[in-house]
């Protein structure tokens, strides 16, 4: 048999090889703290699941969806024009997705072509660069450094690469870093991707996820970044419906007109249960989204003051459901680390280098677990002894 030669792109998922490992700690009766995939395991609020429930025991349901629901459209609306203060046209301006990763691994193929130049973030979301890869895209890294807060120096990509790229993706808040980018980033990049003709792509699946009273906003909120882009937004995070795969493409009009070209060829839409849950989602009462960015909240605090204390120095993140911590200075290589982790400690993380070449010396830590884990979590590195080079571990 031969295969496609674009397969070489991709081996088997970082992901993949965490569910094995979890796996087999488990069936060697050992316990598993897994913080490593960013899988929710805050529910949704009963009104979402009551609009799931009540569309899917209706037999009329089950037909293809083809197209979004016209209610879906204006819900879209009125949340974008509600939360944003962004107007958007539901004709044109927005495009459902079945999961935000299922648009980020098509819309490329309905922009770029073969050998087009597509710049991603350094570290990035795996599929950022993938869906560029499946496209036939050459890349180009913008690092993300700690010392400009992980958020990218626009100033420092070449002018020929800027004038050659035709796709630029970007996402804040940031996963995997957790960066935050203020608004004279967004005036730059619009800016930026105007001058050089590039279309940009903004990820914004944690925009309800921001800390210390601040509170996320649009890429599309920005004076003409409609004029030059789109955002992907996900109610995964938001409203714990990760598993219903329901995200959003919204912006400007051309760019989503071709993705939903494509995808008229690729899918039947979303089922129609579905589309309800997401209507009663983001048209309904909104405390739910203030509980789970509280309970994100007081994790990540229990967390990394946790791992502070007994040696695992790493900052509190302004956003997401992530911590990016650096590595003990005895290790150089994340995969080691996390791989020793894990077996001394049952605490599975995501090594950095899964994210890019600047994700080398880092992990990320998902606040995945309830808060009583996570102090379990944090008693069994520090007995592990695995953060001490060759002293005895702290005591709690």
Known sequence: MKFAKRMDHFGESIFSKLVEIRR???????????????????????????????????????????????????????????????????????????????????????????????????????????????????????????ENGHVICLD???????????????????????????????????????????????????????YEGEKGKSFLSFPGAKDVGVEFN???????????RIGFCVGNAAVVSQLKALKSNMDYGMFLPIQQAAIAAITGDQHCVEDTRKAYEERRNILCEGFNEIGWTMDKPKATMFVWAKIPPHYDKSFDFAADLVEKSGV??????????????????????DKEILQEAILAVNKSGILLQSLSAVKV
């Open 348 to 369: 599975l993380v995501t090594p950095g280098s899964a994210f890019g070449p600047s994700g080398e010396g880092y992990v990320r830590i998902a606040l995945v677990q």
């Open 156 to 210: 420092d990509i070449p002018e020929e690469v800027a004038a050659k790229a035709k796709l630029m993706l970007v996402s804040y808040p940031n996963n995997p870093t957790a960066a935050t980018a203020p608004d004279s980033f967004y005036e730059e990049l619009v800016a930026f991707a105007r001058k050089y003709n590039i279309i940009v792509l903004h990820d914004n699946a944690y925009s309800e996820l921001v």
């Open 24 to 146: 087999t700690k488990v069936e060697r009766g050992e316990p598993v703290y897994d913080l490593s995939i960013g899988t929710p395991n805050i529910p949704p609020a009963k009104h979402i699941t009551e609009a799931l429930c009540t569309a899917a025991a209706d037999e009329k349901n089950y037909i293809y969806a083809i197209n979004d629901q016209t209610s879906l459209l204006e819900a879209v609306r009125f949340w974008y024009q509600n939360r944003y203060g962004v107007d958007l046209d539901p004709g044109t301006e927005i495009c459902s997705l079945l999961g935000s990763q299922e648009g980020l691994a098509h819309i490329s193929l309905s922009i770029v072509d073969e050998g087009d130049l597509v710049l991603v973030p350094d570290p990035s979301y795996p599929a950022f660069l993938h869906g560029p890869l499946l496209a036939g895209a050459e890349l180009y890294y913008m690092p993300q450094r700690k």
């Open 234 to 244: 996900s109610l995964s995070k938001t409203y714990g419906l990760a598993g219903a």
